[in-house]
C-alpha cells in the first residue's frame, strides 16, 4: 500500500504537469524544454542523494563500491534513454493527432507491460488482466470522446512512445531493487539531460531570452515532475508487480482531465466522468488481497 500511495502522488504530479508543459512549447522547442526541465531536475536531485548518502548506510569496500557505480551507471542509462525517447516521441505525436488519441495510446503501456512482463516471466493472474482490460475501456472512454480513431502520422509517434514507456517501466523494475532510488533516478536524469542538450544543439536554436519567457513551466516541470515524480516512481515501483505499477500510473491521464476541469473550468461529459470512475475502479481492483495473500494474513494471525 505504501508502495502504490507513492506511485500514485506519482501519477498526481504528472497529471498537473500536462499544463507546464503546454505553456513551455509556446516559448521553446520540445528538445530544449526536455533538457532544460532535466537541468532543473539535477539541481533538485543531486543535493538530496548527497545527504542521504552521507546519513545513509556504512560505505561498501572498494571493490563493491566500483562494482555498485557500475551497475548505477548501466541502470540509469538504460533508463533514461528510454524516457528520453519516451518524452520525446510523445511530444511529436502530439503536434499531429488530437489531444483525446494522444491520451488514450500513450497510456497504452498499461496493457504493454503486462504483455511483455510475459516474456520476462513475470506472473499476471486472472485479477490484474481484468483490472488492465477495464481500465483499457475507461481510458478509451475518458480519451476517445469523439469516437474519431482512424490512424494520423501522430498515432504512430505515440504507439512507439507506448513501447518506450513500457520498456522504461520493465527496466525500473529490474534496477530499482539493486541500488539506491535516488541515485537511480540521478543517474536517469543526468542521461535525459545529455540527450536533451545534444538534439537541442543539432536541431533547434534555443535563446535565452525563450527559456527565460518560459521560466516558470520549466521549473515546475523540473523540480516536480522530473525530479520528484520520476523518483517516486523508482522508489514506488521497488518489489512492486510492474503491471499493477504502469495501471497506477496510469492515472496521470484521468488526474489530467480532472485537473482541468476544477483548475480550467473544462467540463467533463458523464461520458467521461464514467471513464474516470472505471480507471479508478481498476486500481482499487489490483490492490485487494488475492487468496494468496490472504493465506499468508491467516497463517501470521494464526502464529501470533
Same mark, same amino acid.
Given at each position: 500500500?505504501?508502495?502504490?500511495?507513492?506511485?500514485?502522488?506519482?501519477? =498526481?504530479? *504528472? $497529471?498537473? /504537469?500536462?499544463?507546464?508543459?503546454? #505553456?513551455?512549447?509556446?516559448? !521553446? &522547442?520540445?528538445?530544449? @524544454? %526536455?533538457?532544460?526541465?532535466?537541468?532543473?531536475?539535477?539541481?533538485?536531485?543531486?543535493?538530496?542523494?548527497?545527504?542521504?548518502?552521507?546519513?545513509?548506510?556504512?560505505?561498501?569496500?572498494?571493490?563493491?563500491?566500483?562494482?555498485?557505480?557500475?551497475?548505477?551507471?548501466?541502470?540509469?542509462?538504460?533508463?533514461?534513454?528510454? =524516457?528520453? *525517447? $519516451?518524452? /520525446?516521441?510523445?511530444?511529436?505525436? #502530439?503536434?499531429?493527432?488530437? !489531444? &483525446?488519441?494522444?491520451? @488514450? %495510446?500513450?497510456?497504452?503501456?498499461?496493457?504493454?507491460?503486462?504483455?511483455?512482463?510475459?516474456?520476462?516471466?513475470?506472473?499476471?493472474?486472472?485479477?490484474?488482466?481484468?483490472?488492465?482490460?477495464?481500465?483499457?475501456?475507461?481510458?478509451?472512454?475518458?480519451?476517445?470522446?469523439?469516437?474519431?480513431?482512424?490512424?494520423?502520422?501522430?498515432?504512430?509517434?505515440?504507439?512507439?512512445?507506448?513501447?518506450?514507456?513500457?520498456?522504461?517501466?520493465?527496466?525500473?523494475?529490474? @534496477?530499482?531493487?539493486?541500488?539506491?532510488?535516488?541515485?537511480?533516478?540521478?543517474?536517469?536524469?543526468?542521461?535525459?539531460?545529455?540527450?536533451?542538450?545534444?538534439?537541442?544543439?543539432?536541431?533547434?536554436?534555443?535563446?535565452?531570452?525563450?527559456?527565460?519567457?518560459?521560466?516558470?513551466?520549466?521549473?515546475?516541470?523540473?523540480?516536480?515532475?522530473?525530479?520528484?515524480?520520476?523518483?517516486?516512481?523508482?522508489?514506488?515501483?521497488?518489489?512492486?508487480?510492474?503491471?499493477?505499477?504502469?495501471?497506477?500510473?496510469?492515472?496521470?491521464?484521468?488526474?489530467?482531465?480532472?485537473?482541468?476541469?476544477?483548475?480550467?473550468?473544462?467540463?467533463?461529459?458523464?461520458?467521461?466522468?464514467?471513464?474516470?470512475?472505471?480507471?479508478?475502479?481498476?486500481?482499487?481492483?489490483?490492490?485487494?488481497?488475492?487468496?494468496?495473500?490472504?493465506?499468508?494474513?491467516?497463517?501470521?494471525?494464526?502464529?501470533?
Amino acid at each position: 500500500m505504501r508502495q502504490s500511495l507513492i506511485l500514485f502522488t506519482a501519477a =498526481l504530479i *504528472w $497529471g498537473f /504537469t500536462f499544463v507546464a508543459q503546454s #505553456v513551455g512549447m509556446d516559448y !521553446v &522547442g520540445p528538445f530544449t @524544454f %526536455i533538457a532544460m526541465r532535466n537541468i532543473v531536475a539535477l539541481m533538485v536531485l543531486l543535493p538530496m542523494a548527497a545527504i542521504m548518502d552521507r546519513h545513509g548506510k556504512k560505505q561498501p569496500r572498494q571493490t563493491d563500491r566500483k562494482k555498485n557505480n557500475r551497475l548505477l551507471l548501466f541502470g540509469g542509462v538504460c533508463c533514461g534513454i528510454c =524516457l528520453f *525517447w $519516451g518524452s /520525446t516521441l510523445q511530444q511529436f505525436g #502530439v503536434r499531429d493527432t488530437t !489531444v &483525446g488519441k494522444a491520451g @488514450f %495510446i500513450s497510456a497504452l503501456y498499461m496493457v504493454l507491460v503486462p504483455l511483455l512482463g510475459i516474456f520476462l516471466g513475470k506472473k499476471i493472474g486472472l485479477r490484474i488482466w481484468a483490472a488492465v482490460g477495464l481500465a483499457a475501456f475507461g481510458m478509451y472512454l475518458l480519451c476517445m470522446t469523439k469516437g474519431d480513431f482512424h490512424l494520423q502520422k501522430g498515432d504512430l509517434y505515440l504507439f512507439a512512445c507506448a513501447i518506450v514507456f513500457s520498456l522504461q517501466i520493465l527496466s525500473v523494475d529490474h @534496477f530499482s531493487p539493486m541500488m539506491d532510488g535516488v541515485k537511480l533516478s540521478c543517474m536517469q536524469t543526468l542521461t535525459n539531460a545529455v540527450l536533451g542538450a545534444i538534439c537541442m544543439l543539432l536541431f533547434e536554436r534555443p535563446d535565452f531570452g525563450s527559456i527565460l519567457a518560459a521560466w516558470m513551466p520549466i521549473v515546475y516541470a523540473g523540480a516536480l515532475s522530473s525530479g520528484i515524480g520520476y523518483t517516486f516512481q523508482i522508489i514506488g515501483q521497488k518489489n512492486l508487480n510492474p503491471a499493477i505499477a504502469s495501471l497506477i500510473m496510469s492515472l496521470e491521464s484521468v488526474i489530467s482531465a480532472l485537473a482541468g476541469w476544477l483548475l480550467l473550468d473544462q467540463i467533463l461529459s458523464p461520458r467521461e466522468l464514467a471513464g474516470c470512475a472505471l480507471t479508478f475502479l481498476a486500481i482499487i481492483l489490483v490492490q485487494l488481497p488475492g487468496q494468496s495473500q490472504k493465506r499468508i494474513a491467516e497463517k501470521q494471525g494464526n502464529s501470533a
